[in-house]
Every structure is written in C-alpha cells, then in structure tokens.
C-alpha cells in the first residue's frame, strides 16, 4: 500500500494539470461554436472544397456541426489523444523510475513480491485516470451545456469512452516498461506510439479499410461514430478488454522475470 500511496501522490497533480489541458482544449474549441452554429451553410462550402477522403479523415463527413454534441464529439476525438498520450505516458513512468533513477536495488529490497509492485503501480495509474475522467465528465458537461441542450446518456457514452481506451494504452504502457530493460525517457516514446495509432485511425477513415479498425482503439471508440449508432460497437469494446487484459497478464509476467542491469 505505500507503494500505491506513493505512486498515487506522484501522479495526481499530473493527472489534474493534463485534465485542465483538456479541459483549456475543448474550451477554445468551444469558443468558435457559436460562429459555426451561425452560419452552417458557409462552413459546409468551406468543407465542399476539401477532398471526401480529407473530410472523412478528419471526422468531418458525418457529423453536423451545427448540434452542439456533435461539434462536441468532433473536439473530443482530440481530447481522446491527449488523454491516450497521458494513460500511456503514466504506465511507462511508474514502472520503469527505479530503473532510469537507479533505484532498482532499493525498490527489489523491500519485503513485497514483484506482483505486489506492478499492481501497486498500475493500480494508481488506473486511481489518476479515473480521477481524470471524474474531472472531464463534470467540466466538459458544464462547458458543453453552456451553449445549448443535448442528450447527457449521448454525452456519457462520448465520454466515457476516454478512460476505456486509456485502458488500452496504460495496459500497453505496462508490457513496455516491464519489457524493456532500461527507458532513458517516456514522453517521445508514449507520443510516437499513440500517435501512430491514431494516424491508423486517420487513414482508416480516409479509406474506409474496415481492417485498419481492428488495428487502432481510436476506431473502437470513434466519437463521430457513437454520435451516429447511439452506442458503443459492443464487438469492439470486449477486443478493445481482451486485448487490455492479455498485454496486462503479459506485462506482469515479463516483469516477474525481468533480469535488472545492476545499479
């Protein structure tokens, strides 16, 4: 438990400072509503000159922005990113700071079994993320009702969909720093991979390749796509656990045998 206290004291004001970057995010897009409400028919002549595929890429082919909800699920897909970024970010930090402080030996020395400190760890990664998904729902709703009425079960559905695929990355972030022996950085390394699943979900909206949708959890919980169905692909969302669990299960028994460098 105090390895769980101390990780979760490390990560809460993270979590807090990168939920108020989503929070600052949605505002400023929020801000330029009220002009696109105005005046629908400008934009859609605006969008009229891009290519199908640059519109389907950017989420912009099946959405009306003129709904509040729905310009608020085309600004959310930007918030998934970050929040992906973070969720994968926390996992690589926490277990692997002994390693890249030089700690190692220290941490080893306790009376607790490896098991006991990767679930002390990524039990307070999953404590700041949902600790971040509180902090959104309850802001982003007050932001969003500012400028007009909407469902809240369709609001939830966009949301929540944040801390379910922070699920995938945090569980990803887990294998990885229990897979590699030493990380010298965490931010480039969690940036280059969840942007490169979500450049997968960009091509795979620009060409349609239902194959590609399978690759990415950003296809999983595509905002524009909730808007449309009314519920989340439940298909998508067991993959979406089953892929989680067993990168977990992996990561646990990849740090078991972890043979650390000497410090």
Not at 203 to 230: C, K, M, W
Not at 243 to 250: E, F, K, T
Request: with cysteine; hydrophobic share 55%; proline share 3%.
């Amino acid at each position: 438990m105090n390895i769980y206290r101390q990780e979760l004291r490390m990560l809460t004001p993270s979590a807090i400072y990168w939920s108020l970057g989503m929070l600052v995010c949605l505002l400023l897009f929020m801000l330029i509503y009220p002009p696109v409400a105005a005046d629908v028919q400008g934009l859609e002549a605006v969008l009229a000159n891009f290519p199908l595929e640059m519109r389907k890429a950017l989420g912009l082919s099946s959405l009306n922005l003129a709904r509040v909800l729905e310009f608020y699920a085309f600004v959310f897909l930007y918030i998934l990113l970050i929040g992906a970024v973070f969720a994968m970010k926390s996992s690589l930090a926490v277990l692997s700071e002994e390693a890249r402080s030089k700690t190692t030996d220290f941490l080893l020395s306790k009376p607790v079994s490896r098991f006991v400190i990767v679930t002390a760890k990524w039990g307070a990664v999953l404590t700041a993320l949902l600790l971040q998904s509180i902090l959104l729902i309850l802001f982003s709703y007050m932001i969003v009702r500012i400028y007009g009425s909407f469902s809240s079960s369709l609001f939830l559905l966009i949301t929540l969909s944040l801390i379910q695929m922070q699920l995938f990355f945090s569980a990803l972030g887990l294998f990885l720093a229990a897979l590699v022996r030493r990380m010298r950085s965490v931010l480039p390394l969690a940036l280059g991979i969840v942007f490169g699943f979500f450049l997968v979900q960009i091509i795979n909206q620009s060409v349609g390749e239902r194959a590609l949708g399978y690759i990415t959890p950003f296809a999983y919980f595509d905002p524009a796509t909730i808007v449309q169905h009314g519920a989340y692909n439940p298909t998508l969302v067991i993959i979406n656990l089953s892929v989680s669990a067993v990168l977990v299960i992996a990561g646990y028994m990849a740090y078991h045998k972890k043979d650390f460098a000497a410090q």
